[in-house]
Nanobody, 128 residues
């Protein structure tokens, strides 16, 4: 229903910042809630941040709250993730995800199963 392509990953020193971007294709982009997940080698996919269809509500994992900011521009079909004060434990492949908004399952928006479309991911490496 929607194709997602991430960009902006790279190498950064601890304490530095990166901004990730997710470009979406599809006429119904504004109907989707969007999320960012990350996956480190040997670990399960981990929820990072969520933003609802309008951008009016956001939700963050405790591990990134206060450091990361999720945003979206429905006119440009993009979702951003501003990452500040990066730590080595933030090192992972960061993956953009989309899921049609549902009031019935909105409380589960931190779970991968909430999302129906996934990007390929972009590598973020934070050095100490």
């Amino acid at each position: 229903q929607v194709q997602l392509v991430e960009s902006g990953g790279g190498l950064v020193q601890a304490g530095g910042s990166l901004r990730l971007s997710c470009a979406a294709s599809g006429r119904t982009f504004s109907s989707y809630d969007m999320g960012w997940f990350r996956q480190a080698p040997g670990k399960e996919r981990e929820f990072v941040a969520h933003i609802n269809w309008s951008g009016g509500s956001t939700y963050y994992a405790d591990s990134v709250k206060g450091r990361f900011t999720i945003s979206r521009d429905n006119a440009k079909n993009t979702v951003g993730l501003q990452m500040n004060s990066l730590k080595p434990e933030d090192t992972a492949v960061y993956i953009c995800a989309a899921g049609l908004h549902s009031g019935l399952t909105y409380g589960l928006r931190y779970l991968p199963a909430y999302y129906s479309s996934w990007g390929q991911g972009t590598q973020v490496t934070v050095s100490s």
